[in-house]
Antibody, heavy 118, light 110 residues
Framework: QVQLVQSGAEVKKPGASVKVSCKAS????????MHWVRQAPGQGLEWMGR????????TYTQRFQGRVTMTRDTSTRTVYMELSSLRTEDTAVYYC???????????WGQGTMVTVSS | QSALTQPASVSGSPGQSITLSCTGT?????????VSWYQQHPGKAPKFMIY???NRPSGVSNRFSGSKSGNTASLTISGLQAEDEGNYYC??????????FGGGTKLTVL
């Protein structure tokens, strides 16, 4: 079964960092990009960046450059998204997702709620 | 990269057809046939409805169809049903090798 399973909810203080994991199963993990998308409460979807699980190369949207780091562990088929210097505005559901132009698995993780509050 | 432009809300009656629009630029929607549409219900993860402008994933009703003209993509839902109510988002690949989403459209079935 093709699926992405994310880690559980997190509560962090402003200035801290959070690391969310996303474990893939049911397809060839290293063959397809993994993306991270976030959704603030009551807001739309926002693409944060992607990682090539094979090479580890990353592309981040400018808004998160310098604060986000995406990594992967091929032995456990897991990708990670770490966001640093958290602000209250970073409170959101963070999703991992597989999608592309062309042929690839098109699936979303269940989402991870990250709450930033003092 | 600015978000793609979607109308904030659209409504229709059961059985009607409605079309949602998604307007970008020549650097995203107009550059590639890599536009996707997602349906999202409250508290749930998005669900793929259309990918690569016109393709439906397995299991998605053929009442959903996609198209594109220039810098604007469209999602048409025919035979509107109560279960179609929700938020719809579009996304596109860009010439900067990034992806961008639209702001979303809230569909209400009257």
């Amino acid at each position: 079964q093709v699926q992405l399973v994310q880690s559980g909810a997190e509560v962090k203080k402003p200035g801290a960092s959070v690391k969310v994991s996303c474990k893939a199963s049911g397809y060839t993990f290293t063959s397809y990009y993994m993306h991270w998308v976030r959704q603030a409460p009551g807001q739309g979807l926002e693409w944060m960046g992607r990682i090539n699980p094979n090479s580890g190369s990353t592309t981040y949207t400018q808004r998160f450059q310098g604060r986000v780091t995406m990594t992967r562990d091929t032995s456990t088929r897991t990708v990670y998204m770490e966001l640093s210097s958290l602000r209250t505005e970073d409170t959101a559901v963070y999703y991992c997702a597989s999608f592309c132009g062309g042929d690839c698995p098109r699936i979303w993780g269940q989402g991870t709620m990250v709450t930033v509050s003092s | 990269q600015s978000a793609l432009t979607q109308p904030a809300s659209v409504s229709g009656s059961p059985g009607q057809s409605i079309t949602l629009s998604c307007t970008g630029t020549s650097s995203d929607v107009g550059a590639y046939d890599y536009v996707s549409w997602y349906q999202q219900h409250p508290g749930k993860a998005p669900k793929f409805m259309i990918y690569d402008v016109t393709n439906r994933p397995s299991g998605v009703s053929n009442r959903f169809s996609g198209s594109k003209s220039g810098n604007t993509a469209s999602l048409t839902i025919s035979g509107l049903q109560a279960e179609d109510e929700g938020n719809y988002y579009c996304s596109s690949y860009t010439t900067s090798s990034t992806w961008v989403f639209g702001g979303g459209t809230k569909l209400t079935v009257l």
